[in-house]
């Protein structure tokens, strides 16, 4: 193994142990390293592999998860094949993984300071002052400010985007030589992903540090990745130097999730990729072959191996080198304004407060906006800035101190258990994390038609199933996962499943908080859609909040810019992306991942040599 490769993965298969004894595949063949200062991305859909990889590649099999095959390489140890006493030693020391969700890596109820602490004692060795000194230097590098301050205080007191910053120092903190990142940024506004990055790619490169970096968005993966590997299926269908992959995707798969990237530059319109990835591997045939366009007789009758089509540039496909280059759509992907018309949502002279009474902090002040049906209008700002607290106001869910709020021309209480039946069924609202509203104890089938129990009790168990089965279709989930629970599905599964569930009592007004956040490209691609089309067929109208702007320019009317609580500017998006009036709008903007994607693989244009 070169010198300057930390970890070398080959031959990696994993799977689920079955009841009935058979293991269900659902990682196969894997090859990949990670070398010294530099970042291994990695993509593809929800339910692909890619954190399963992430996580048995360093060894880690929880539950039923076992590993018949492969290597994992950390110099001349096989992480898959020592004890598990060994394992620990390194992981945390040598070997170190970061969440998905800030939140999940930091116990809540631990100061900063115990949490810090206790890596820095196990395996370097640290106490007392020494350790001390190491935390406050390690804030320090990241960029926490006062640190003395932070390590006496909790979790909870900090921003999403502070906590990873935490999160990364103790991540750090023992010089590790891999560092496995999952969807580290997931959440973040685009202010504070940017920073995030940045900070990023200067450890890695400082510390000399290995790094896989896994996540669904693709402009970032080309921002900070040198490398980047697709996978699908449980394979690596793709796999090259970030800029050539980015520019010259071979893969039909890639060219499409490139398709479904959001432009932030309104010139192109969504396009996502019909159907949804097998759950597992695939054999004796290309996995991708029913969803591609280009298939023939032959993908599905084989799987092709990954082969070099350049010197570094490995791909997985029968007719790799016979795409020609596809032209840019030219089907706008901005919506238009809104005829005028009286207003569905109104929200006049809105104040909301955290804490108690005398001590009460305002963080929503005077906000005044109205929706008209069929509108979409999105809330946009920065970490703490009010969104989905002036969000959950509208819903129901948290006071307001003053204002007033007014549906179809009718006061809204503000406690939605005040509220009548026919406005809580018409004004629904789907949560950034899909686990706050999903019961673990029923299968899918049974959370979708939950709603239709208590606001279309006409209905037969029959129709209500019938709705639920159309409505899962349109967000992309497969028949076969009807009857699966929470436990058994991925993050963006899980946020389709919240998604359908608000969708399937046909709601006037669908109030959005992060909700593609989660989400891999295709998927995000095929909810915006989904909310677009039924705006348009049923009038819903749809209050989004989301830190993705480029998403604002795909599926929002007009946008609201919220800084600190307060309303810096309102109004269409073109003209907030395009001549923006005020400085911190134009921060926003500038800050968007300057990636433009093309369409490759599904325009109708596209052809084969």
């Not at 689920?16 to 390293?33: A, C, H, I, M, Q």
């Not at 640290?126 to 000194?133: E, P, R, Y």
């Not at 089965?469 to 989930?477: H, M, T, W, Y």
């Not at 609580?565 to 001549?579: A, K, N, W, Y």
């Amino acid at each position: 193994m070169s010198t300057s490769v930390a970890l070398e993965v080959r031959g990696l298969s994993v799977g689920y142990g079955l009841r009935n004894g058979v293991l269900k595949e659902v990682v196969s063949d894997v090859d990949f390293v990670l070398e010294r200062g530099k970042i291994l991305g990695m993509a593809g859909e929800s339910g692909c592999g890619k954190s399963t990889t992430a996580l048995a590649a360093i060894g880690y099999r929880p539950g039923a998860m076992q590993v018949p095959a492969g290597q994992s390489k950390l110099g001349d140890i096989d992480l898959l094949n020592i004890p598990l006493a060994q394992l620990r030693r390194i992981w945390g020391s040598k070997v170190v993984y970061m969440p998905q969700a800030s939140s999940n890596g930091l116990t809540p109820a631990l100061t900063i300071g115990r949490q810090m602490a206790e890596p820095l004692k196990i395996h370097l060795g640290l106490t007392g002052q020494a350790n001390h000194d190491r935390q406050v230097e390690l804030l320090k590098e990241v960029g926490v400010p006062n640190p003395e301050a932070a390590l006496r205080r909790y979790p909870h007191q900090f921003s999403g985007g502070q906590q990873q910053r935490i999160n990364l120092a103790i991540a750090i903190s023992c010089n590790p030589e891999v560092l496995i990142l999952d969807e580290p940024t997931t959440g973040l506004d685009v202010t504070t992903q940017a920073r995030i990055v940045k900070l990023l790619r200067r450890v890695v490169e400082e510390h000399q540090t290995a790094a896989l970096f896994v996540s669904h968005d693709l402009p970032l993966l080309a921002e900070i990745s040198d490398r980047i590997a697709i996978m699908y299926a449980g394979q690596v269908i793709e796999s090259g130097p970030a800029g050539e992959l980015m520019s010259r995707p071979e893969h039909p798969y890639t060219r499409a999730l490139l398709a479904a990237v959001p432009d932030a530059t309104g010139t192109r319109a969504l396009s996502g990729i019909p159907g949804a990835p097998p759950p597992g591997v695939v054999a004796g045939a290309c996995p991708f072959a029913p969803r591609c366009q280009f298939s023939i007789k032959s993908c599905s009758e084989s799987n092709p191996k990954l082969l070099p089509l350049r010197p570094t540039h490995n791909v997985r496909c029968l007719r790799a080198g016979n795409y020609e280059t596809l032209s840019i759509s030219d089907r706008p992907g901005v919506l238009g304004t809104v005829e005028d018309s009286a207003s569905l949502l109104s929200v006049d002279d809105v104040w909301c407060e955290y804490g108690s009474r005398g001590h009460a902090i305002p963080v929503v002040k005077g906000v005044t906006f109205s929706v008209a049906p069929g509108e979409t209008l999105a809330f946009v700002g920065e970490s703490g800035s009010g969104k989905s607290t002036l969000l959950r106001a509208i819903a129901g869910l948290h006071p307001r101190s003053s204002g007033e709020i007014q549906f179809d021309g009718a006061t809204l209480a503000p406690d939605v258990g005040k509220r009548s039946r026919s406005a809580r069924r018409d004004v629904q609202i789907v949560f950034q994390n899909p686990d706050m509203s999903l019961n673990p104890r029923h299968d899918v089938m049974s959370l979708v038609t939950r709603p239709l129990q208590l606001f279309a009790p006409e209905l037969s168990k029959a129709d209500r199933e019938e709705r639920a089965r159309k409505i899962l279709a349109d967000v992309n989930l497969p028949e076969s996962m009807v009857h699966r629970y929470p436990s058994e599905l991925s993050g963006g599964q899980k946020q389709r499943i919240a998604i359908a569930r608000a969708f399937v009592t046909n709601p006037r007004l669908i109030l959005a908080d992060e909700i593609t956040s989660a989400l891999d490209v295709s998927v995000q691609a095929a909810i915006l859609d989904l909310l677009s089309g039924l705006s348009a067929e049923y009038g819903t109208s749809v209050v989004f909040v989301t830190h993705d702007l480029a998403v604002v320019r795909a599926i929002a009317h007009r946008a609201l810019v919220l800084q600190k609580g307060v309303v810096r500017e309102i109004g269409p998006v073109t003209q907030l992306f395009d001549s923006p009036a005020d400085d911190y709008t134009r921060e926003l903007v500038g800050a968007i991942p300057m990636f433009r994607p093309q369409t490759y693989g599904v325009d109708a244009t596209s052809s084969l040599t």
